[in-house]
């Protein structure tokens, strides 16, 4: 598909028909595709995102409780219960906490984490510069990362 195959696809509408063509080994196949419009996800994480309440300055997260709405759209995890990154923040002060959007974190130095609520109580208990463990699921595998709470 060359560019002006994208612009000729971003010009329709749903309802119309285009040809594709997929070529598989020598040979070329063409076929006929009516396009559809995806419904919108109402329900959106980005949507869930509150950058006071869901903000883990500690880590410089931004996190999501990962519950029943959380868990439909991600990948399935190996523990039920956590918080999932869903963005890095700008400080530099964490720059060196190895989270990425994505993980999602299981505990902290051996405690169960359930919410961003008990994540940040956690962190909260502990004093500054404090070195911690973090129990953390990347890609279905879960992991230990260490850390500095600031």
């Known amino acids: 598909m060359c560019s002006s195959d994208l612009f000729t696809l971003y010009t329709k509408t749903p309802g119309d028909v285009v040809t594709v063509g997929v070529r598989r080994a020598a040979r ?7 396009l559809i419009e995806m419904a919108p996800d109402d329900a959106s994480l980005s949507e869930r995102i509150d950058p006071e309440t869901n903000r883990v300055p500690q880590l410089g997260i931004l996190g999501l409780t990962l519950d029943d709405t959380t868990r439909d759209r991600l990948p399935p995890t190996r523990v039920p219960t956590g ?65 500095t709470v600031r």
């Open 83 to 147: 918080v999932v990154v869903a963005a890095r923040t700008a400080d530099p002060r964490t720059s060196s906490v190895p989270l990425v959007m994505g993980d999602v974190i299981h505990a902290v130095n051996g405690t169960a984490v359930h919410s961003v609520v008990g994540l940040q109580t956690v962190l909260d208990s502990l004093g500054p510069d404090e070195p911690v463990v973090l129990q953390v699921e990347r890609g279905g595998v879960l992991r230990y990362l260490s850390a």
């Open 28 to 34: 070329r196949e063409t076929f006929q595709v009516r």
